[in-house]
């Protein structure tokens, strides 16, 4: 994209908003107060607020590659603290993508350098998972059900924070798992049964 485009295209989108709305952008500037937590993948092509129609002030998002949630991403766990505790959000999504080039770079044997101990955890999910995805013959279905396992795990790591469990204590908030097709454009939910996965482990996690 040109950069010059960009502030182009930037001075259209003021015009157009302020043409539905001559006080859009003064009650943009009060605050936010957003519903969601979107955490997603870093991807170009998977932009959040484009394919949940979200507008701005809708969604806080994060991205990075492959929608990982470390407990040693300090981003990650100051996004969460923030959306969680000052937000209030009421829904933390975290959506990936079929065709994440960080997950299928995962599934391969390559010293990929500085991207090593970030993919390691993409790893680690198919050795939690390694007995089915090694029961799926077919190459193409296995990275999709990784890109699957991938967002329930990373929606598990979001669940064993303490910013999430001390929320759970007091108030509504749920967890959810998509991921967004991009050969359709669809997103997708998961239906993950987190009491089924958790089952026998939550008790290391909770907090009194």
Known sequence: MNIDQIFKNNEAWVKEKLGKDAHFFKNLSEGQNPEVLYIGCSDSRVTAEEIMGAKPGEAFVLRNIANMVSNLDLSAMSVINYAVNFLNVSHII???HYGCGGVKAA????????L????????DVYRLHKQELNAINNEAEKYRRLVELNVQEQCVNVIKTADVQIAYRSRNLTVHGWVMDMET?????LKIDFDKVLKGIMEIYHLD
């Open 94 to 96: 975290v959506c990936g």
């Open 185 to 189: 454009g669809r997103l997708i939910d």
């Open 107 to 114: 599934m391969q044997s390559k010293d990929l350098g500085i």
């Open 116 to 123: 090593n101990p970030w993919l390691r955890s993409i790893r």
